[in-house]
């Protein structure tokens, strides 16, 4: 609880950044509305006022400035409509919301009327859309996780594929992908996969890099005293591995496990955006896009920060347990 | 120990060295380790190596525990090559650093090479209650690590190689990131360690008043190339408390190691 004022203070200076800097983003917007409905604004033709300097703009005329606060389809909404905009496709979303019970004609397990579960149902509801994308990136991050380890392990005890591999690894994080995104998407829907495995694929491809480099350098982390130790009881590789090296890497997964959760979920995203999937926060963002609805935009990345925050503290608690156990917590 | 079982000792010698060479090829040429070692090591012996750093103290002693191998000539531990004297774990080996993983506690660790070599559960419970007792330790078995002092942490490291009963212990400068008042305790108890198990301690050091104080035998070396340059036998007593570093005895082998010391150019710059 003691570090909630630093966040707070921190809040507070992001809300306040964003508010100062709503008016001089809308402005050109709003004062191209008052031109067209005929205020009496200076310079008065648009193509005068393309010419002219914003901070003169708005010095000039003053009496736009709420118009730009309040603008409709604002480039930059103000930071509670955007709040607005969550809660009414999250908590919004219920109709007639109440408990029925659990009985043999109600088959929905939860006990709730249908118009609650709206809440997560709806096609508009941000949670709905939110689980859409967590999905595959959950999936995806397993995968990448397993991959990233197996990896790690061929590289530090073979030779051949330390030398192999990691070039690889490292070429293909040099790969953009958004390019081979909807390749990957069209290719295995041709071979037809379909569903939730394309996106966990490239959020895998995304996340598997981070612990495959952390975990290298985690399993290399004992000395050469720790190794001398394992020699001088003729240890054999596997026993050195489960009982020296797996332990000693640990700290260094987690880190990488942050990294490659986080590269996880922008990888399922990344995959939503050119391949036109109908659900998914990446799909609210093109959507969003495309009819220039910015609130819903900035609800969307929220939503997808706030998911990010989620698996970023899931990661940290289980590893603050493990490590505590573990006794390498202090 | 008794005057019977110190003449059963004489006869048998543990750790035998004929004219034992070992070069590294380093980037810079050849370095010559080692050159013609020739040394026996008794039953029961406590044998330090003291020298300047680069005489190969400690690379004889790894070569002892085949954590190096030498170049040329012969050595036996026990009889067989080192090894073998390794697989069929005729040796503990203490490091300069404790070396406990930070992960496990103080029991877990010293359960360490009981797991690898395949000892069941309950004789392991019973070796780590066993070794705890004898350095000290016991009650400290669920700590961790870093919950201990430097002297306890290198305690814990002692019967962690004591646990898996090798006849001989092998120690590289054990001691030699402690404090002198911790210094002087724990050789006090490992002196009290070695009467009660019996076992042949091979101990390396720099410290000229910690090898007389502890061994029966000091083996003096100099370095470039690393050689021998004089075996003392301690003619103190096996009892030995801490202010017989004040006789006349102890400071007159003292005296022999600084001269053997100076033979070997170890006071050259």
């Given at each position: 609880?003691?570090?909630?004022?630093?966040?707070?203070?921190?809040?507070?200076?992001?809300?306040?950044?964003?508010?100062?800097?709503?008016?001089?983003?809308?402005?050109?917007?709003?004062?191209?509305?008052?031109?067209?409905?005929?205020?009496?604004?200076?310079?008065?033709?648009?193509?005068?006022?393309?010419?002219?300097?914003?901070?003169?703009?708005?010095?000039?005329?003053?009496?736009?400035?709420?118009?730009?606060?309040?603008?409709?389809?604002?480039?930059?909404?103000?930071?509670?409509?955007?709040?607005?905009?969550?809660?009414?496709?999250?908590?919004?979303?219920?109709?007639?919301?109440?408990?029925?019970?659990?009985?043999?004609?109600?088959?929905?397990?939860?006990?709730?009327?249908?118009?609650?579960?709206?809440?997560?149902?709806?096609?508009?509801?941000?949670?709905?859309?939110?689980?859409?994308?967590?999905?595959?990136?959950?999936?995806?991050?397993?995968?990448?996780?397993?991959?990233?380890?197996?990896?790690?392990?061929?590289?530090?005890?073979?030779?051949?594929?330390?030398?192999?591999?990691?070039?690889?690894?490292?070429?293909?994080?040099?790969?953009?992908?958004?390019?081979?995104?909807?390749?990957?998407?069209?290719?295995?829907?041709?071979?037809?996969?379909?569903?939730?495995?394309?996106?966990?694929?490239?959020?895998?491809?995304?996340?598997?890099?981070?612990?495959?480099?952390?975990?290298?350098?985690?399993?290399?982390?004992?000395?050469?005293?720790?190794?001398?130790?394992?020699?001088?009881?003729?240890?054999?590789?596997?026993?050195?591995?489960?009982?020296?090296?797996?332990?000693?890497?640990?700290?260094?997964?987690?880190?990488?496990?942050?990294?490659?959760?986080?590269?996880?979920?922008?990888?399922?995203?990344?995959?939503?955006?050119?391949?036109?999937?109908?659900?998914g926060l990446g799909a609210r963002l093109l959507t969003g896009s495309y009819y220039g609805q910015t609130v819903q935009i900035w609800a969307a990345l929220l939503m997808a920060a706030v998911c990010a925050a989620v698996l970023v503290w899931i990661i940290t608690a289980v590893e603050k347990r493990l490590l505590t156990k573990m006794g390498l917590a202090r | 120990m008794t005057a019977a079982t110190a003449i059963e000792t004489q006869a048998s010698p543990v750790i035998t060295a004929r004219d034992l060479d070992l070069t590294f090829q380093t980037n810079d040429g050849p370095v010559h380790a080692l050159k013609g070692v020739d040394l026996d090591i008794n039953e029961g012996d406590f044998v330090s190596f003291i020298g300047p750093s680069g005489c190969g103290k400690t690379t004889f002693l790894r070569v002892i525990a085949a954590l190096e191998t030498p170049t040329g000539g012969e050595i036996t531990v026990n009889g067989m090559s080192p090894d073998e004297a390794r697989r069929k774990r005729a040796y503990g080996y203490v490091f300069q650093a404790a070396g406990l993983y930070p992960w496990r506690t103080i029991e877990k660790n010293i359960k360490l090479p009981l797991e690898i070599m395949g000892f069941d559960r309950a004789e392991q419970a019973r070796r780590v209650e066993k070794v705890l007792e004898l350095v000290d330790l016991a009650g400290f078995g669920k700590k961790f690590p870093w919950q201990l002092s430097g002297g306890m942490q290198q305690r814990a490291s002692i019967a962690r190689a004591l646990a898996f009963d090798a006849d001989i212990l092998l120690m590289d400068e054990p001691f030699g990131a402690l404090d002198e008042i911790v210094r002087d305790h724990l050789n006090e108890q490992l002196l009290k360690l070695w009467a009660r198990t019996n076992k042949t301690i091979g101990f390396v050091t720099h410290s000229i008043p910690e090898a007389v104080y502890l061994s029966t035998k000091i083996v003096v070396m100099s370095p470039r190339p690393g050689r021998i340059t004089d075996v003392i036998d301690s003619p103190l007593p096996t009892e030995r408390p801490l202010d017989i570093r004040d006789t006349p005895e102890f400071l007159e082998v003292a005296h022999r190691v600084r001269e053997g010391l100076r033979a070997g150019h170890a006071y050259d710059d």
């Open positions: 609880m003691r570090n909630i004022l630093p966040i707070l203070t921190i809040v507070a200076a992001i809300l306040g950044i964003w508010l100062a800097a709503v008016a001089p983003m809308n402005f050109r917007l709003a004062l191209d509305a008052a031109t067209r409905a005929g205020e009496d604004v200076m310079p008065a033709t648009p193509d005068e006022q393309g010419e002219t300097g914003l901070v003169r703009l708005m010095l000039d005329n003053p009496s736009v400035l709420p118009a730009a606060y309040n603008f409709e389809r604002p480039r930059l909404p103000q930071p509670q409509w955007v709040l607005v905009e969550i809660y009414e496709n999250t908590v919004g979303l219920a109709r007639r919301c109440e408990w029925q019970g659990w009985s043999d004609e109600n088959d929905n397990w939860t006990g709730l009327s249908d118009g609650c579960l709206r809440v997560v149902a709806h096609n508009r509801s941000l949670l709905f859309h939110a689980w859409q994308t967590m999905a595959p990136t959950l999936l995806g991050f397993a995968i990448g996780t397993g991959l990233g380890i197996l990896l790690a392990v061929g590289i530090v005890h073979n030779r051949a594929m330390d030398l192999g591999v990691m070039p690889w690894a490292i070429a293909s994080q040099t790969i953009p992908i958004l390019a081979i995104a909807p390749m990957v998407i069209v290719v295995l829907n041709a071979v037809g996969v379909q569903g939730l495995l394309p996106k966990s694929l490239i959020s895998s491809y995304l996340s598997f890099f981070p612990v495959v480099v952390g975990m290298v350098k985690g399993l290399r982390s004992p000395g050469a005293m720790d190794l001398d130790l394992m020699r001088t009881y003729s240890a054999s590789n596997s026993q050195i591995f489960w009982k020296l090296r797996l332990p000693a890497s640990l700290p260094y997964l987690f880190a990488s496990l942050k990294v490659g959760i986080a590269a996880a979920l922008v990888g399922t995203i990344v995959a939503e955006l050119p391949t036109g999937a109908r659900f | -």
